[in-house]
């Protein structure tokens, strides 16, 4: 099975094994476990299986649901549409850097699609090979949704930035779900799994790769604006020897967009490898689910293996007794949305593919003074935000721009306060799922951010930049990284994911939550997940 991955990533590189060997904290110890465990982890399904569990998709939400039920006793059978990620290419690394991308990088594209496009007038984007790489910037009408594909979904790409929203604003955000719960007990051990953890206040103050966030901080607080430490899962001990020059560098070579080798805790690191440890899962990279069907004993659930051109190389179908919807909001919600349409589960109720939003996200650039140079040296980990949600609806991150480069540029993405919601329905006639997103809902979200960067900008006296995002343009309204929504709680399913209409079918992701989390979500994905499939366990199985 090790032959099988290496001949999937289409690199050549020195086998699983001896890269394990020499890298171990890459997968954690547990995947080092007992040769048994390993295998079973990569032997995909097979066809006409009959099996208790299908977990769709291996993000946050799948990863809670597949670890919970093995522990509990039930064997799991993990599908993913994006590749295992445990294999290095020619350049005896896993991911590419952000600032080269290659095949690795996108999800079947000819071309990269980067967040930030342009650079002083330039377009920064390039032709790449074809290839299932990690990054999917999937478009629909009126905006990009950026994706992360593989087993570890979303935290193979993603910042790390781990944010419990204030509890005082939970109710804007899951107003059906019982505060107490969540804040004492699902916040608690979803924060621990993940191995979230906060920056060391004095190294920060004095660190070279922070310069660009200290000047940050130094404009919002002389603006008057709240400033806090974000918490991360970046092994903050691995990035003081990054500094220090011991160890291989990541988040300081400005590796983020495409993946982290080394300090990241990505799932593979936390949920994955205790997954790995229960023996009870396994996991199909490559394998695309089409479609969910009932059927006596449960659901046909039918995937497409895929090969690394995205082509499909053969059909499989197992029967499953419970299936749980973890493909992220855009993959669950277009499953859904295509199964009600086809007939394939029609008794799905009408909330299917509704209240899907974008977590209000709008991208922004400053150009400061000379004077106040952000630093060649970026860590590409961003841990501080200001918080100006409770004035003016708008929580911005301070981003780094690890260019390589002195750009005398601050960078922020803001996560903004926005009514706008979407809806995904079935295009017959294209045999695909739409979005009817439009992009001038985004003018909500600027409005918000600007009540941050204005005020800025008004008392240091400089301007915006214009050009990271095309020719002359301002904001980045195009994106988001944080979708959320089209199978709402309590709606499309009942209060701990269960979707009405067809028992046994559950969601448990971010499709769940009503398009926003007022920060990042992942924290509150994954504590939403424990407390679901706790209640799923007890009582439906
Ligand atoms: P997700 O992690 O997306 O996992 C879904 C998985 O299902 C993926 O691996 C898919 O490949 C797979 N899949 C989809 N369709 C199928 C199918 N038909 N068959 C089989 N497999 C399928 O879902 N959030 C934060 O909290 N902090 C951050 O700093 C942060 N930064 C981000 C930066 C970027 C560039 C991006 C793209 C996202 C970022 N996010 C961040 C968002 C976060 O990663 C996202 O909310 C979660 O990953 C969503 O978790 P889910 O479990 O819903």
Not at 337 to 351: F, Q, S, Y
Request: proline content about 5%; overall charge positive; aromatic content about 10%.
């Amino acid at each position: 099975m090790t032959h099988t991955m290496t001949c999937d990533n289409g690199f050549k590189g020195p086998s699983r094994r001896t890269f394990i060997a020499g890298t171990g904290s890459i997968l954690g110890a547990a995947a080092l476990g007992g040769a048994a465990t390993a295998a079973r982890a990569s032997t995909p399904i097979a066809d006409a299986a009959v099996v208790p569990a299908v977990v769709i998709g291996t993000g946050y939400g799948g990863c809670v649901a597949a670890l919970r039920l093995a522990q509990a006793g039930v064997d799991v059978h993990m599908i993913e549409m994006g590749m295992a990620w445990d294999t290095p290419g020619q350049d005896g690394k896993i991911f590419a850097n952000t600032t080269t991308p290659d095949q690795r990088s996108y999800w079947l594209r000819t071309k990269t699609k980067q967040p930030l496009s342009n650079f002083l007038g330039f377009p920064l984007d390039k032709a790449i090979p074809r290839y299932t790489g990690i990054l999917d910037a999937e478009e629909f009408a009126g905006i990009t949704v950026y994706q992360g594909r593989g087993v570890g979904g979303g935290s193979l790409v993603n910042g790390g930035m781990a944010v419990t929203p204030k509890r005082e604003y939970f109710g804007d955000v899951l107003p059906m779900v019982n505060a107490d719960e969540m804040y004492n007990v699902y916040y608690p051990r979803a924060n621990a799994e993940l191995g979230v953890g906060l920056v060391d206040p004095a190294w920060f103050d004095t660190t070279e790769c922070y310069q660009y966030a200290r000047v940050g901080r130094k404009h919002a607080q002389r603006s008057g604006f709240p400033f806090v430490f974000v918490p991360t899962v970046y092994d903050w001990d691995y990035m003081k020897q990054e500094a220090a020059g011991t160890v291989p560098k990541s988040a300081l070579v400005g590796e983020i967009l495409y993946g982290n080798n080394h300090g990241k805790k990505s799932l593979q690191k936390s949920y994955l490898a205790k997954i790995r440890a229960t023996g009870r899962v396994t996991i199909s990279p490559l394998h695309r689910v089409v479609s969910v069907a009932p059927t006596t004993g449960g659901y046909t659930v039918t995937m497409e293996q895929l090969n690394t051109n995205g082509d499909p190389i053969a059909t499989k179908s197992v029967t499953a007794a419970k299936v749980f919807f973890a493909a992220g909001s855009v993959g669950t919600s277009k499953l859904l949305v295509k199964l009600k349409a086809t007939g394939a589960l029609p008794n799905l109720n009408g909330e299917v593919g509704r209240g899907w939003g974008d977590n209000g996200n709008v991208m922004c650039g400053r150009a400061n003074h000379m004077w106040d140079a952000t630093g060649k040296l970026q860590s590409s980990i961003p841990t501080l935000g200001i918080d100006n949600w409770a004035a003016g609806g708008a929580f911005a991150e301070v981003a780094p721009l690890p260019t390589g480069i002195e750009t005398y540029a601050s960078f922020y993405l803001s996560i903004t306060k926005t009514p706008n919601r979407a809806q995904f329905s079935w295009n017959a006639a294209a045999g695909k799922v739409d979005l009817n997103w439009q992009t001038a809902w985004k003018q909500v979200s600027i409005n918000a951010a600007k009540s941050i960067f204005d005020k800025i900008n008004a008392k240091e006296g400089t301007i915006y930049r214009t050009d990271l995002f095309g020719v002359y343009k301002t904001w980045g309204d195009h994106l988001t990284y944080h979708p959320l929504g089209g199978a709402i709680l309590n709606k499309a399913t009942d209060n701990y994911g269960r979707l009405h209409g067809h028992p046994g079918l559950y969601v448990i992701d971010g499709s769940l939550i009503p398009g926003s989390t007022v920060v990042n979500p992942f924290v509150t994905i994954t504590a939403l997940a424990e407390r679901n499939i706790e209640k799923i366990i007890a009582a439906d199985l």
